[in-house]
C-alpha cells in the first residue's frame, strides 16, 4: 500500500522544505542569541543521529544528522570533549610567539616549532585560571593558556572554552534569552509567513465587497460583478463579508433579493441561492486588499488567533479532554504537509505557518528536555540565587527525553494504525 500524499515529487519535496525551515529557524534563534551572549556554539546541526555532512566555519561546526527528527546547537559546558585531558598523561604544548599555550597535543610527543614542549600535567584549569602545569625534565612548569587553544587527538581538534564562553558562565537572563530565541523565532518565522501570504495573494477585507465571481455560479447568473458592493440582502442592511455570509448561509434554495453599489450606481439583483448540504452559497469569493497596514495586521491577528486556538488544544490534553488517540506524531503531521501541498503554496505556507506556531508553544511546555523545562529551571535559579546539581538537573533532562521520545513512538503508532486502517 503507497504511503498517502507522498507518491510524488511535489509532496515529499514540500515536507522536507517545510519541517527543514522551521527546525533551522528554531535553532537559528538559539544560536543567535548565543553567539551575542559570547557563548561558544561548537555545533548547529539539523536532525539527530549520525552526521552525514559537515563543514566548520570559524568556531562552529554545521552538520547534517541522518534522522530528520529534529535539530540542535551544542554549546560550550554541554559537552564531555574536554574530559579527555587529566593529570600524568603526557602532552605537547605548542606555543606562539609571546609564549602562550595555543594547541595541546595529546597523541605523544610530536609538536612542531620552537616553542613545542613535551611533559607530563601535573595540573591544570582551562576555565578560569587558563593555565597548566608540566613536569619537564625534571621540574615543574607552568604555561599560559590562549583563550581559543585547541586540544588536538587523533587529528582532530577540539577548542577550549573558558567559563565566560560557557552557558553556565553567563548571567540567568543572558541563558533565558539564549533559550527562549528558539521558540521566539517560531513565533516570528508564522507572521512573516502570514506577511508573505497577504503581500502575495491579497487580505480578505472585511466589507461586504465581492470578489472573484465563480462563472456558471448563482450571483453570476444573477448578473454581479466583481467589486460590487452589498448594500442590503431582502431589505437587511449588510455592513460586513461575515454577515452576508451568514444570511446566504442560512438561505439555501431561496430566492434573495440583493442591493449592490458598483460605482455609485445601485443595481438591483435576484439571486437564487445554492443548497451545498444545507448551506446556501452564491459562488463568490471575498474581496482582498494588498495594502501594507491591512497586511501587518493581518500577520500580527492570525498569528494571534492560532496561538490561541493551539493553547486551548493543548489545554484539552491536560484537562483530559483530548486523549492520546487523538494526537498526531510525525508520521501524521508528514501525511497532512502532503495533503496540503498538493493544495497549492498558500495553503501549504498556512499549513507551515501553522506548524511553526505549533513547535514554539510545545517547546515552552515546562517539561523537562524541552525548552519550556530549561527555562523553568532557571527561574528556580534566580529564585534560589544559586544553580541546582548540574548532574541532578542532567538526570531529569534525561528522564524526560526518554518520555518523550515514549510518547512520540505512542502518537506515530497512534499515526500509523489511522493509516492502514481507514
Known amino acids: 500500500m503507497p504511503f498517502p500524499n507522498l507518491d510524488s515529487v511535489e509532496s515529499i519535496l514540500a515536507i522536507v522544505i517545510v519541517f527543514g525551515v522551521l527546525v533551522f529557524v528554531h535553532e537559528l534563534g538559539h544560536f543567535l542569541l548565543a553567539k551575542r551572549a559570547g557563548i561558544l556554539c561548537r555545533e548547529f546541526a539539523l536532525g539527530m543521529g549520525p552526521k552525514i555532512f559537515s563543514v566548520k566555519r570559524g568556531e562552529t561546526e554545521y552538520t547534517l544528522r541522518l ?4 535539530g540542535m546547537v551544542r554549546m560550550a559546558g554541554e559537552d564531555p570533549e574536554l574530559d579527555v585531558l587529566k593529570p600524568h598523561m603526557e602532552v605537547t604544548l605548542e606555543r606562539d610567539p609571546v609564549g602562550k599555550v595555543t594547541r595541546i597535543l595529546l597523541d605523544g610527543p610530536n609538536g612542531e616549532g620552537k616553542g613545542a614542549v613535551t611533559g607530563t600535567i601535573v595540573d591544570f584549569d582551562l576555565e578560569k585560571a587558563l593555565s597548566i602545569v608540566l613536569e619537564t625534565d625534571g621540574e615543574q ?6 583563550p581559543q587553544a585547541q586540544l588536538v587527538k587523533d587529528g582532530h581538534e577540539v577548542q577550549i572554552a573558558p567559563l565566560d564562553r560557557q552557558f553556565k558562565g553567563k548571567t540567568v537572563m543572558q541563558r533565558f534569552w539564549a533559550i527562549f530565541a528558539g521558540p521566539a523565532a517560531n513565533f516570528l518565522l508564522a507572521f512573516v509567513l502570514f506577511i508573505v501570504i497577504g503581500l502575495v495573494y491579497g487580505v480578505p477585507v472585511n466589507e461586504p465587497v465581492l470578489g472573484e465571481i465563480i462563472q456558471g455560479g448563482p450571483a453570476a447568473q444573477a448578473g454581479l460583478q466583481s467589486g460590487d458592493k452589498v448594500i442590503t440582502i431582502q431589505g437587511q442592511p449588510v455592513s460586513t463579508w461575515r454577515e452576508m455570509v451568514e444570511i446566504v448561509s442560512k438561505s439555501p434554495d431561496k430566492q434573495l433579493e440583493i442591493v449592490v453599489d458598483r460605482g455609485g450606481q445601485m443595481i438591483n439583483a435576484m439571486v437564487h441561492v445554492k443548497n451545498e448540504e444545507n448551506v446556501g452559497k452564491i459562488m463568490v469569493g471575498n474581496a482582498v486588499t494588498y495594502a501594507p497596514g491591512q497586511v501587518l495586521q493581518y500577520g500580527g491577528k492570525s498569528t494571534y488567533e492560532f496561538t490561541t486556538m493551539i493553547v486551548t488544544s493543548i489545554g484539552m490534553l491536560f484537562t483530559g479532554s483530548v486523549g492520546l488517540n487523538d494526537l498526531s506524531g510525525p508520521v501524521g503531521i ?31 511546555l515546562p517539561l523537562p528536555a524541552l525548552d519550556g523545562g530549561r527555562l523553568a529551571f532557571l527561574l528556580i535559579e534566580a529564585l534560589r540565587g544559586r544553580p541546582l546539581d548540574p548532574h541532578k538537573e542532567g538526570m531529569v533532562h534525561f528522564l524526560g527525553f526518554a518520555f518523550l521520545m515514549l510518547l512520540i513512538l505512542v502518537v506515530t503508532w497512534n499515526d500509523l494504525h489511522r493509516l492502514f486502517t481507514e
Do not use: Y
Not at 534522522?67 to 529534529?70: M, N, Q
Not at 612548569?141 to 590562549?146: E, K
Open 67 to 70: 534522522l530528520p527528527i529534529g
Open 141 to 146: 612548569r607552568t604555561f599560559s593558556v590562549h
Open 334 to 364: 508528514f501525511k497532512m504537509t502532503g495533503e496540503f501541498a498538493q493544495q497549492g503554496l498558500a495553503i501549504l505556507m498556512k499549513w507551515a505557518a501553522v506548524l511553526s506556531i505549533n513547535l514554539g508553544l510545545i517547546n515552552l
